[in-house]
Nanobody, 121 residues
Framework: QVQLVESGGGLVQFGGSLRLSCVAS????????MGWYRQAPGKQRELVARINEGGSTNYADSVKGRFTISRDNAKNTVYLQMNSLKPEDTAVYYCNVQASEHARGAYVVIWGQGTLVTVSS
């Protein structure tokens, strides 16, 4: 019922910036945590950043100071502003949302389809 649509990925040069967006829709009652993960080919998926309903954030050490996660609760949207991008940031970025559905108040964890970020040297 709840679905996520990601956008904003693309090709950028070293030092450039991108802004990822993830919009949640469907039979949503409440949204709790929202976050971004990334996965490079042949590598494990790793946490990039998370933000809870109250606005508290958590970042991977590798992106702290360069990336900023934010959310717009009225729009059911989470953003990831990525600055000073490096080639090692190249990966597929996945949105993740923890929410409850209207149907029977079920708690669900939903993943977006992924958006590719490529940073050239």
């Amino acid at each position: 019922q709840v679905q996520l649509v990601e956008s904003g990925g693309g090709l950028v040069q070293f030092g450039g910036s991108l802004r990822l967006s993830c919009v949640a829709s469907g039979s949503i009652s409440s949204i709790y945590g929202m976050g971004w993960y990334r996965q490079a080919p042949g590598k494990q998926r790793e946490l990039v950043a998370r933000i809870n309903e109250g606005g508290s954030t958590n970042y991977a050490d590798s992106v702290k100071g360069r990336f900023t996660i934010s959310r717009d609760n009225a729009k059911n949207t989470v953003y990831l502003q990525m600055n000073s991008l490096k080639p090692e940031d190249t990966a597929v970025y996945y949105c993740n949302v923890q929410a409850s559905e209207h149907a029977r108040g079920a708690y669900v964890v939903i993943w977006g389809q992924g958006t590719l970020v490529t940073v050239s040297s």
